[in-house]
């Protein structure tokens, strides 16, 4: 039918507007029937209330979602006293509607809902039934129930009817007999079905959750026990949890499509055997803690307590989407968040790869979880946003088909009819746009009767009106609620599609059937560019840094995997918490965000850190050529390869040093290496120590050390052996002369030999330790005897009691 609003963005605008409106009458509280004393507080939801219309009214429960003919329909809701005066006389009336012709359009339905006080154009209070209430002082509430016969509202045929309850009366300060308050919401009327086709209508059950599985695992008897940072699912996953709920839900449903983050079904599944939680605080470290651990420990872990509630979740949910028409479409892994990767690390190395890695773990993830084919080529950014950056990434994520709020793709000015639902944007790409009104009712939690029954009959109001526009071309809607989708607005969402299906204008079908029908080539395909983006969700957007140091992690893991004997204990969770760090699921609770990639950044830092070289301080090295020793510790539980140690000289005319062999490490042992060098000069040499990874790519292994090697007796030992042999000479030349004069004082001419010993009697003889022997100069000893790896054997230039004589102790450790 032709639109009779004045303007496509006019009626949009009063869509809206009645929406916000809508929602706040919705959340108005029932309260205690107690006077609040004057001038104190008033009831919350008292902005419906005037001094001319003081009172509030909700309507809680509609018996009859649709007429029916010859049919009766019970309202029951509260009646509340906003004002400062008493209630006279007053009762509850529901009103005939207006002309009593059904609501066409759309915009016509936004109007109606956007009236905040009684108008004539509401109807016309029927004589009966009415309602009668008691006074009421300020503050007080009342509930009614109002019975009407379908006949007695005079519907002049099938269609959309306003139907309002109000209450007549008059207060204490104003005696005039008026309408005192009103509600309002919409009635299908459908008493011969029309041979109009109903409308393919798609609604997506997101099964999500914020990342819990850790990168930290703990090895219990060969079996790695997966660790969680928190124990939330355990109740999620249990009767009257918020999945739980989702599951039982969504399998009384047809044609549902399910939405699934398959890090989630990995969280289940590892939650199906034995796990462990870190306890709180124990996940990440300060910057200044650096003796405080992030490796999982038994003593910052508790066990997990949700194994058989995962169990049981997991098995109802294979159930629930193994029925006929329903569809699987599977996230990427851990669902990263493709509009802030888009818009602030689109351009940093590694960035496609993640993704990529990320669409096909999680179709694998999903398949293999529940045992059902899946779709994996659909991108659903944040909201349902779409800017030109998003669409782009998407496709470079090799993601065909968006899933698209209407608010992105807003519907042309000159088009009187709502379109389809899939419409092309270029670049080989279709999108599914959502149906902004209608997703927009089940954005919140609708916690309330009244809450519930407005979103209720306002989506059966809006679908009716739709399957109407043009009766034989069906449309195809997208339902889109938010992925954190509560248990009870997901129950809401469940009744109004089972109660348009009964009606039969609208039939449930999965995505596949609504993305492979027809695009009308009226509807707005246009991708707004990316200063269009609302500038809220841009708000939430992880930050440039986030993302950058994500990758930047996965630079270091490729690192330590090369050293790895046994890698898949390590690349697995890794890489899963890497892509973690990136879901869009942090955009609810950013600084949980941060404390995840912190733990990931630290636990990666830690276990390359675990293979180290101690440290220490400074070596002697005495004399021309000796041995600098120097130990690499490997404090992991797996042995290391594909490492070398590189000591450089900082001064090379100083001290050479020769090159040692590769390294094998065995798992939680030390390793000394020994590396032949020369010495040229005397004097302090400062040496670093950098581990390389081998082959045909080598690249830095951690942290470098630092150390001083002070050289000595180089040039001063020949010295020593000049100034030695000149002494001897003296002394000679001294016995000689005094053997001169003892032979002339006895008359011999002769040499006499001397007594035993008596060449030393003055301590400077040549035997062991005299003059040129450099062995007794050793370093400072650090107190570390030779750690577990050593062979045992007395290294070269030591004596015998094992301590090298030409460098210190290797083993310097913290």
Known sequence: MPERAPGRRAART??????????????????PAVALPAGGPRPAGEAGASAESPVVMTIEAVNKPVAVQNGTVTITGHITNSGKSVLKSAHAAVRKPWSAKPLTTRSELATVASRTTPLNTDGIDLESPQYALNEL?????????????????????????ELAVDVWGSTADNQRDRALGIARTFLPYDPTPAEAQPSKVTTLWPLVHAPVLAAQTMSDNDQTVPVLRNDSLAAEFAPGGRLYELVETGSTLTGLTWVVDPDLLDTAFAMTKRYRVQKPGTGTKNDNDKKKKVAAKEENTVEGTGSAAATAWLEKLRAAVAKNGSQVVALPYADPDIASIAHNAAEADGVDAALGKAATAGRLTVEGRLAVDTRSDVAWPYGGHLDQQIAGMAQRAGSGLLLVNGASLPEPDALKYTPTAVRPIGNGQNAVVADEEISALFEGDLGTPQAQTLAVQRFLAETFVISRQEPQNPRGLLVMPPRELSATTAKVLATAVQAAQAGKWVEPVKLDVLAQGPADPKANGAVPAATDYPAQARASELPSSALTDTVDVQAKLDTLMQVLTLPQRVRGPFSAAMVRSMSAEWRADAPAGSDYRRGV??????LTDAVNVPRKTSITFAGDTGVLQVSVRNDLTQAVT???????????NRLKVHPAEELVLPASQSVTLRFPAEAQNNGPVQVTAQLWTTGPNPKPYGSPQS??????????????????GLVLLLLAALRFFRQRKLRVANDDEGDAPLADG???????GDGEGGAGDTSGAAAPDDGRGAGPGDDGQTPRASTADGRDRATSDEKVGP
């Open 14 to 31: 009063a869509r809206r507007l009645a929406g916000a409106l809508g929602a706040a009458l919705a959340l108005l509280p029932a309260v």
């Open 137 to 161: 002082g300020p503050g007080q509430t009342q509930p009614y129930t109002l019975s009407v016969a379908v006949s007695d509202l005079q519907l002049t045929g099938e269609g959309v009817y």
């Open 601 to 606: 950044k630290q636990y990666l830092d830690e």
């Open 642 to 652: 594909n490492l070398k140690l590189v000591l450089t000289p900082q001064q090379a």
């Open 707 to 724: 150390f001083t090697v002070e050289v000595t007796s180089v040039t001063n030992g020949v010295l020593y052996v000049f100034g030695g």
């Open 758 to 764: 008596a060449a030393d009697e003055d301590g400077d």
